[in-house]
């Protein structure tokens, strides 16, 4: 693989700035990789870790970089800002990873120097684990990262960021930042919440049953567990900043949950049987999309080994 940047600072150290080091490292995509991040406790695991150059200031680490990532939570992009804009190099790309991008977009344009690109990107990619031992390189690898470029955007800064993603294994599409606040409020920060929920629900029952919610917990609400065990401080950022798309699509959400409640009261089996087959039909919509590389492969390539 070729360099791409010569320079990247990376503003938080954790779990996608981490897989970010990690991606960039293996494939020789950057000359020098800095970092910072607020706690001394991270910038010394960072450093243990060898993760990358490890600055004491955010300023230090985005000296002369011809690319800076903001990885923190979507609250703290503003406060950042404050921080880099009087270091920035000339001609400086600036993109960020977070979960939101209209209010990324607002708390950044204000503080961007003449000259410098900034180029709002979301990796759909992730773990329920945080901090900068979680990252590792192959992360992004067939998974979707979803730029988007404001109408002034440069192109050639565009390609030669979308050159870096790319080479990281991850695939990218362009989008409008509204657009893509309404689209993540359903494929992503609406389930979080109603994990959250879920499990928030079965803590209360646990306290009238005993171990056994947990105990006796079943393959579908492990995995709750496992998305409501996701970085409080991420969550609770993504939910105020991308609030009215995600209401919009709670208020949905529990208009339907009403629906088949009532069925349920009703004994209206025909209502729940036709919904659930509607259901079905979506998921294998997006297994036959090749969306979800990770479900089995029910025979839909030759000579692939059955699913069990
Ligand atoms: N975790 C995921 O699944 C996922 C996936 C895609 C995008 N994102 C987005 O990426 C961003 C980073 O998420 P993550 O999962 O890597 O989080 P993380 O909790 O693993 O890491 C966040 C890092 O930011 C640092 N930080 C927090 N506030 C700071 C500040 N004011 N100044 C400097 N550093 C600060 C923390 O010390 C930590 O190193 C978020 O905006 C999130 O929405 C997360
Ligand atoms: O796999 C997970 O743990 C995730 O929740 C990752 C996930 C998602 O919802 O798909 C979470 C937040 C991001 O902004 C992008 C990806």
């Not at 960039?24 to 695991?45: C, F, K, N, V, W």
């Not at 079905?280 to 080994?305: K, L, W």
Request: hydrophobic share 45%; charged share 20%.
């Amino acid at each position: 693989m070729t360099q791409v940047y010569d320079k990247v600072a990376l503003i938080g150290l954790g779990l996608i700035a981490g897989s970010m080091a990690h991606a960039m490292r293996e494939g020789g995509l950057a000359g020098r990789i800095t970092g910072y991040a607020r706690s001394a406790e991270t910038r010394d695991t960072a450093r243990q870790i060898a993760l990358c150059e490890v600055c004491d200031s955010a300023a230090e680490a985005v000296a002369g970089a011809d690319l800076v990532v903001l990885a923190v939570p979507v609250g703290a992009m503003a406060d950042v800002m404050t921080q880099i804009t009087p270091h920035l190099a000339p001609g400086v790309t600036i993109t960020d990873v977070g979960s939101v991008k209209q209010s990324v977009i607002d708390a950044v344009t204000p503080h961007l120097p003449a000259g410098a690109h900034f180029i709002p990107g979301h990796p759909l990619a992730g773990t329920e684990h945080s901090g900068p031992r979680a990252g590792f390189a192959s992360l992004f690898r067939n998974r979707w990262w979803l730029l988007t470029p404001l109408p002034d955007t440069d192109p050639d800064a565009l390609a030669r960021l979308d050159r870096l993603i790319t080479a990281m294994g991850a695939k990218t599409d362009r989008m409008d930042a509204a657009h893509h606040d309404l689209v993540l409020a359903v494929t992503s920060h609406a389930p979080h919440l109603i994990a959250y929920t879920m499990v928030g629900v079965a803590d209360h029952l646990r306290r009238v049953s005993g171990e056994e919610v947990i105990q006796y917990s079943a393959a579908g609400f492990r995995d709750f567990t496992r998305i409501a065990a996701s970085d409080p401080t991420m969550w609770r950022d993504v939910f105020l900043h991308n609030k009215e798309a995600t209401l919009d699509i709670l208020g949905r959400f529990t208009e339907e949950l009403f629906v088949l409640q009532r069925a349920i009261r009703m004994g209206d089996g025909q209502q729940l049987h036709d919904y659930f087959t509607r259901t079905r039909a979506i998921r294998r919509g997006i297994i036959e999309a090749g969306q979800d590389t990770e479900a089995p492969d029910f025979g839909r390539t030759p000579g692939a080994r059955p699913a069990g």
